[in-house]
């Protein structure tokens, strides 16, 4: 009775905070240092391929531009999910930090092997990345990024049930400049990124980045000689070049490449002792070896003994081509082609000791190519988006060798107890295609000056084949399958006298099927799972409130058939496997709102705020470990963000920013099988930076501090034979100054 009082109460004081300070949205993040009152009015998005009034857009938009990804630190696009409301990040996969599993209203995905797709598309600048494992990109030469919620099943399609997360780019000839960053801190961070945009002719424009940055670990790899990385060491470099040749006012082609190379330690990784390890247990006969006093004192360093496996990398590039044609006044058209690869190194000593019991390295590579055409077009009160869409990604997965007690161990492992020698090992490998068509088409009317409504059709069709081969497995085992899917949406928006739009809209979503990423316990468990609908009913307004208070809000209720969640399985046989399940049923509520409060001219709040219900409301007969009632994976049920700004104009014409972040997570699952141990605490990050901007403008110092309490905190827990396996965060306490200088080209 008293944990349940204090959660009432943790919840009520929650609601109460969020009412007080939800005062507008994070849209105002692209104004300039100094805040106007009437500058909330002209943002402008992208999110549904038309541009269009951040506050008119008839969905739940969330759109940060630069200004506020550097006041609020923001690197990378796990940053991100700090300041989103029921958005987060993780980076559980294989310990490399090049991996984000992104989660929108209790949808995602946390695995990242080729046989699974995720639940939230990432697009950049139109083009799609199809995998996980890389997505956690820099961000440097950005000038927004807009995330979606709720399920975008007519313009996006596949795999955005969730939502999708936007990311746009600055483009060429979009301003005349040039711009060095410097960076130093402590954790030995160092970091530099130049920039360069110009227009070379009247016809032809330019942009180029650059990129690097590096930071120390938090642990050793204890029981190495020479370990290649510390625990949760970063180091990246990458770089980005576009450029656009105008042939008339009318037709233009734009070409970018980017590229990434990081090298990195593994997250920092520890384990948990759950139950008593049982010697009579075929399953964890060794794992009785396995006793607190062979675990690091340190639980950010790591014991193990496999060489290479402290140590994670990911490197890719990739390049696009847009064609843009003007037809008339009234039509344009656009076609976007790219190409991407990428490839990664990683993987867990799950036991996270000197012995060898279940040690996983992996590598894995994926080919992707894309081809869109779209038609849009505007006339007197109605518009339309239209588009034909193909998709292509040849990827592998491989892992080897690896270790799981007692299936496959090495040769003497228990010779002395402690040290093993090397005999036999465990060997696996996926290996997946899969072409995506789709057609879509979505319009808007204006009814009346105030009234508009609109809606759209999408019909998506996926093929995978896929092939593996386990040690269970007699024979390499070969599956095809597609799917395909018909999705909608409808809309309305009504513009009040005060200025505030409300609206209303109704979308199906669609996630393809897959097959399962570790069926370790035989060709059986490796058969395809179905695809998953949803149906999101929202209602929403935005607007300003007064001269000095904007918000947007949203409520929103989503209905799920047949969703697609995986669990992982230690006892089910040779090897950790992980199955994927088709729950029956399953719902999500919630809230989100968005704030910004003009305190004075001088002193500005914004605030997310994020409430989220959901759960398993049906299983279906034959399912394994989901149960009626569980929560989705990774799926806070309170998610809060308060970032109050303070601006001093001083004689000289400079001026002095202070600017402050608080982010919340509640308490969450680490899988959908609501284990105890899985249980993943709440946690809280404080932020800051004081920026002095010079009297021209042109250069700028900030202090900063990042995770200023050094909140230490799960990104994952799963359960394993008698312990649980956790990855711990990464982003420890960072105080450090930042340079800026920046010149005008002519």
Not at 380 to 386: H, N, T
Not at 653 to 664: E, H, I, K, Q, R
Request: aromatic fraction near 12%; charge should be negative.
């Amino acid at each position: 009775m008293k944990n349940t009082c204090t959660s009432l109460q943790r919840r009520l004081s929650m609601l109460a905070a969020s009412i007080v300070t939800a005062f507008s949205s994070n849209a105002v993040a692209q104004q300039p240092d100094q805040p106007q009152a009437d500058e909330v009015e002209t943002i402008m998005v992208t999110a549904r391929k038309r541009t269009e009034s951040l506050f008119e857009s008839p969905t739940a938009i969330t759109s940060i531009g630069e200004k506020l990804l550097e006041d609020a630190n923001v690197g990378n696009l796990d940053d991100i999910g700090k300041y989103v409301p029921n958005l987060n990040i993780s980076r559980y996969g294989v310990g490399n930090t090049g991996h984000a599993s992104i989660f929108i209203r209790g949808i995602g995905l946390q695995d990242h092997i080729i046989t699974t797709d995720p639940g939230v598309g990432v697009y950049v600048d139109g083009v799609y990345l199809g995998r996980q494992m890389g997505a956690n990109l820099s961000l440097p030469n950005i000038e927004r990024v807009e995330v979606l919620r709720g399920p975008q099943g007519t313009l996006y399609g596949r795999n955005t049930l969730g939502g999708a997360v936007n990311i746009i780019t600055k483009q060429p000839g979009d301003e005349a400049m040039a711009r060095v960053t410097a960076k130093a801190g402590s954790r030995g961070r160092l970091a530099t990124e130049l920039y360069y945009n110009n227009e070379l002719t009247d016809q032809l424009s330019v942009s180029a980045s650059g990129a690097f940055k590096r930071r120390d670990g938090v642990g050793e790899a204890v029981n190495l000689a020479n370990p290649e990385k510390e625990i949760g060491e970063e180091q990246e470099y990458s770089a980005r070049l576009a450029a656009k040749y105008r042939f008339n006012n009318d037709v233009s082609l734009l070409w970018s490449f980017d590229m990434v190379d990081n090298e990195s330690g593994q997250s920092p990784y520890t384990i948990e002792f759950t139950t008593p390890l049982d010697p009579n247990d075929v399953f964890n006969g060794d794992f009785p070896l396995l006793t607190p006093d062979l675990l690091p004192s340190d639980p950010d360093d790591l014991g193990t003994t496999v060489a290479g496996i402290e140590s994670t990398a990911y490197e890719g590039w990739g390049s696009a081509l847009t064609l843009a044609w003007t037809i008339n006044e009234h039509i344009d058209s656009k076609l976007i082609g790219s190409y991407r690869t990428s490839e990664y190194e990683g993987g867990l000593d799950d036991d996270a000791s000197p012995l060898n019991l279940s040690e996983f390295p992996e590598t894995g590579e994926a080919d992707q190519y894309s081809l869109e055409l779209q038609v849009n077009g505007a006339y007197d009160g109605w518009d339309f988006v239209s588009g034909l869409y193909f998709f292509n990604e040849d990827g592998k997965t491989e892992s080897g060798p690896w270790v799981f007690s007692p299936f496959n161990t090495p040769d003497g492992l228990l010779n002395d107890g402690v040290t093993p020698s090397f005999g036999d090992y465990g060997f696996f490998d996926l290996q997946q295609e899969t072409n995506a068509y789709a057609a879509y088409f979505n319009a808007s009317v204006d009814v009346t000056d105030k009234l508009s409504v609109g809606g759209g059709l999408r019909y998506s069709k996926d093929e995978k084949d896929a092939n593996a081969m386990f040690p269970s497995f007699a024979e390499r085992k070969y599956l095809s399958e597609s799917w395909s899917e018909i999705t909608w949406d409808i809309n309305a928006a009504y513009q009040l006298d005060n200025g505030l739009n409300v609206y209303g809209q109704i979308q199906k979503g669609y996630q393809t099927g897959g097959f399962p990423p570790r069926p370790f316990g035989g060709a059986a468990q490796f058969v395809s799972f179905d695809e998953t609908t949803a149906i999101n009913y929202e209602m929403g307004f935005k607007g300003r409130l007064s001269n000095d208070f904007s918000l947007l809000a949203a409520v929103f209720y989503t209905e799920y058939t047949d969703l697609a969640l995986p669990f992982s399985d230690p006892t089910a046989g040779g090897g950790f496997v992980t199955i994927v399940e088709n729950a029956g049923e399953s719902e999500a509520r919630g809230i989100e709102l968005e704030a910004t409060w003009n305190v004075t001219d001088d002193f500005v709040i914004r605030t997310a705020v994020g409430y989220l219900d959901a759960e398993i409301t049906q299983v279906d007969d034959g399912v394994l470990g989901i149960g009626e009632g569980d929560a989705p994976a990774l799926t806070p049920e309170w998610t809060v963000m308060i970032a109050p700004s303070y601006f001093v104009d001083l004689d000289s014409g400079a001026t002095l920013s202070f600017n402050a972040d608080y982010s919340f997570r509640d308490e969450m699952q680490g899988q959908s099988v609501n284990n105890p141990s899985e249980r993943i605490d709440a946690r809280e990050l404080f932020g800051f930076s004081v920026t002095y901007l010079s009297a021209a403008g042109d250069w700028r110092v900030s202090l900063y501090g990042e995770n200023v309490f050094n909140e230490i905190y799960d990104q994952g827990r799963l359960q394993q034979s008698g312990f649980v396996g956790i990855v711990r965060s990464n982003d420890r306490s960072e105080f450090g100054v930042r340079f800026s200088k920046e010149f005008e080209l002519y």
